[in-house]
C-alpha cells in the first residue's frame, strides 16, 4: 500500500477494457495516489476535452461517483497522442509530465489480429519507443509497467517469465526504421515474410515490443505483465462486466445468439483466459518490482494455475446461454469444434451461411426492415479464422509470479486486492460472462419472452434434425 502513497500515475490505453478496469480499481481501492493523468486522443470530430467528458461518465465509473467522487477528481487528461514524438503534447504537458509522474502503466495497443503491419507496428512497437525515450525524463520515475502479451512467442511451446529473442531474429532498430521510411502498401506486403511462427501482425509487434523495452532496462525500472486472452471481470468492478465484443467474448455472444454452429478448433487443448480483474491486481502488484537493470516478467495466465479446456468453456457457454437466452436469438444454441478444415467450411456454408440467407430472403419479401444476417455470419467466420491459431494450438506458460503475489496478499501488503485464481469456479464464472455480455453488450435484462422463444427455438431444432435424419435414411434405403 506504501507504494502508492502519494504517487502520480501516468496511464496510456485508458479507453480500452484493460485500461479502464484499471483506472478504476486505482481510484477506487488506493484513495492515498495523489493523481492519475490518462492521454485521450482527438477522434470522430470530439476533442480530446469532449472526450474526457464522455469518458468520466461512462458506467465502470459508476460505484466511484456514488460513493467516492473525490476520488474520481483525482483523474484529469492530457490531450495528445501515443504514436507521436514526445507523444503530441504540448509543452506546459510535457513538463508536468516529466516533473510529477512516478509510475506508469502502458496498455495501449491495437489488439487487431487482421491489423496491417504498418498501422501495428506504428501503435504496438513505434509508439512503445516513443514513450520510453520520453521517460528518460522523468527523474521521479520509480516504476514502467508494459503490458505485453502471453502470445508473443508463439514459436515456443513452453513460455517462461523472461524475455526471449524475436522468431524470426529481428533488429527492432532497423524494424523500426523499415516502419518509418519503406511505402505503407509494400510494407504491409512484407508481413508473411518477416512474421515467421507469428499467427497475426498483433503478437509479432508485441514481441518487437518486448524487444525495445529491454533494450531500455539500464535506463528506466520496468517490468512487463503479459496477459493471456483477457475475459470479462469475476467480481471488480461488476461481476461479469465487460465492454467489447473482442476474441472469445464475441464468440461466445454469437454463441448465445445461435449464430455460430462450428467453431476451428481442438476442444481437448487449454483455453487461457484470464478475467481482467485478475489482470489489474497484477498490473498494481507487479509494479513495486521494478528496478534499474532487470527487467521483471509476469506471465498473467491461468492455463498452469487453474486450467479450463476448449470444450468445458463451449459446454459451460450453451449451458447458461440456455437457461439465461438474449432476446437477440436467431437460432437455438448450439455448436460443435471442428479440427479439420474441410467439415469446419462445410458446415459454416450449410449451417451458417445457408439458415442466414433464407432469414434475409425472408425479411426481403416480408419487407422487414431489420440489419441483414449473411454480413454477419460473414464476419464472424472471418473472426473465428483469425483465432484459430490459439483455438487449435496450446502453450504451457510458466508463471512462478502468482506465489509471490499470493505471499504478497497472505503478509497483508495489498488487502484491498485479491489473488484466488487457482479457486476460480468456472461454472459460476461463466454464467456471469453470460449475463454480463447481455447486460452490458446487449443492454438488455433476462425475460420470461426470452425463455418462451428458447423454447420454441428448441423444438424447431429436433424437428429439423429429425427430419433431416429421416430423409436421409429414406433416400439411403
Not at 108 to 114: D, I
Not at 121 to 126: F, R, S, T
Not at 237 to 251: A, F, H, K, L
Request: glycine share 4%; proline share 4%; with cysteine.
Amino acid at each position: 500500500m506504501d507504494y502508492y502513497n502519494g504517487s502520480t500515475i501516468f496511464v496510456t490505453g485508458a479507453t480500452g477494457f484493460v485500461g479502464k478496469t484499471l483506472l478504476e480499481k486505482l481510484l477506487w481501492s488506493f484513495a492515498q495516489i495523489k493523481c492519475i493523468y490518462i492521454l485521450i486522443r482527438e477522434k470522430n470530430g470530439k476533442t480530446a476535452e469532449q472526450r474526457f467528458h464522455d469518458f468520466r461518465a461512462h458506467k465502470i465509473f459508476g460505484r466511484l461517483r456514488l460513493q467516492q467522487p473525490n476520488n474520481l477528481s483525482k483523474l484529469k487528461f492530457l490531450a495528445g497522442n501515443i504514436e507521436k514524438e514526445n507523444l503530441g503534447l504540448s509543452q506546459a504537458d510535457k513538463t508536468r509530465l516529466c516533473q510529477e509522474v512516478n509510475i506508469i502503466f502502458h496498455s495501449a495497443a491495437t489488439v487487431r489480429f487482421n491489423e496491417r503491419l504498418k498501422v501495428a507496428a506504428q501503435v504496438n512497437a513505434i509508439a512503445t519507443w516513443n514513450l520510453l525515450e520520453f521517460c528518460k525524463q522523468m527523474p521521479l520515475l520509480k516504476s514502467f509497467v508494459y503490458v505485453s502479451t502471453a502470445y508473443c512467442n508463439p514459436g515456443r511451446k513452453y513460455v517462461d517469465e523472461e524475455i526471449y529473442p524475436t522468431l524470426p531474429p529481428v533488429n527492432w532498430k532497423y524494424f523500426i526504421d523499415c516502419t518509418l521510411k519503406i511505402p505503407d502498401t509494400y510494407f504491409n506486403s512484407l508481413a508473411n515474410y518477416i512474421k515467421g511462427p507469428h499467427p497475426n501482425t498483433y503478437t509479432f509487434t508485441k514481441s518487437i515490443a518486448e524487444q525495445i523495452v529491454n533494450d531500455y532496462k539500464h535506463f528506466l525500472p520496468i517490468v512487463i505483465v503479459r496477459p493471456s486472452i483477457v475475459t470479462a471481470a469475476h467480481r471488480e468492478p461488476y461481476p461479469g462486466w465487460i465492454d467489447n465484443i473482442q476474441g472469445i467474448t464475441g464468440i461466445m455472444m454469437e454463441i448465445g445468439k445461435g449464430s455460430i454452429s462450428s467453431i476451428l478448433g481442438d476442444k481437448n487443448i487449454i483455453c487461457d483466459i484470464i478475467p481482467v480483474d485478475y489482470v489489474v491486481t497484477s498490473l498494481i502488484m507487479t509494479a513495486q518490482r521494478a528496478v534499474k537493470g532487470r527487467v521483471f516478467i509476469c506471465n498473467s495466465t491461468s492455463g498452469v494455475t487453474n486450467p479450463i479446456t476448449w470444450h468445458r468453456l463451449g459446454c459451460l457457454t450453451l449451458k447458461w446461454s440456455r437457461i439465461y437466452p438474449t432476446q437477440k436469438l436467431y437460432m437455438y444454441p448450439y455448436f460443435k469444434y471442428r479440427k479439420s478444415h474441410f467439415w469446419h467450411d462445410l458446415a459454416v456454408y450449410l449451417l451458417h451461411y445457408l439458415p442466414a440467407i433464407i432469414m434475409d430472403l425472408m425479411s426481403l419479401f416480408n419487407r422487414k426492415q431489420r440489419k441483414l444476417v449473411l454480413p454477419i455470419a460473414m464476419k464472424f467466420r472471418q473472426a473465428c479464422l483469425a483465432g484459430k491459431c490459439f483455438s487449435l494450438n496450446e502453450w504451457i506458460f510458466m508463471s512462478d509470479s502468482s506465489y509471490y503475489y499470493e505471499k504478497m496478499l497472505n503478509d497483508g501488503a495489498f488487502p484491498c486486492l485479491e489473488w484466488a485464481l487457482n479457486t476460480l469456479n468456472y461454472d459460476t464464472y461463466i454464467r456471469q460472462f453470460v449475463l454480463g455480455i447481455q447486460m452490458y453488450l446487449h443492454h438488455e435484462q433476462f425475460s420470461e419472452n426470452s425463455r418462451w422463444k428458447i423454447t420454441k427455438l428448441y423444438w424447431i431444432w429436433i424437428f429439423l434434425h429429425v427430419f433431416f435424419t429421416l430423409t436421409f435414411i429414406y433416400l439411403l434405403f
